[in-house]
């Protein structure tokens, strides 16, 4: 079940952030995410470098992927980070 709660806590946490992209630091280098490796399934198309959207925790979020890959509808990915609202997805788990 969605907990907005722990997803906004991740959000607006008063931990370190990179300025270049408005990152958590913690959450996206060190994968400390608090939903890090749980599945979503790709809804809108998500191209390089461009946000796409996906069904996860039984809500819609917006998504990219650091890979130069095309993820189409129905896709499987995994959740790596977050950086504001947009899920951070790969294809496969983080290690």
Known sequence: MFNA???L???FSPRKYRTDRNLLIENYENLSFSYLNE????D???YPNQTGRVRFQGSWWPAKC???ITL???DTVYVIGVDNITLMVSIAPAD
């Open 39 to 42: 599945e979503a399934v790709v």
């Open 72 to 74: 189409t509808p129905g």
């Open 66 to 68: 650091d890979r130069p």
């Open 44 to 46: 809108e198309s998500i």
């Open 9 to 11: 806590g991740a959000v």
């Open 5 to 7: 709660v722990k997803v």
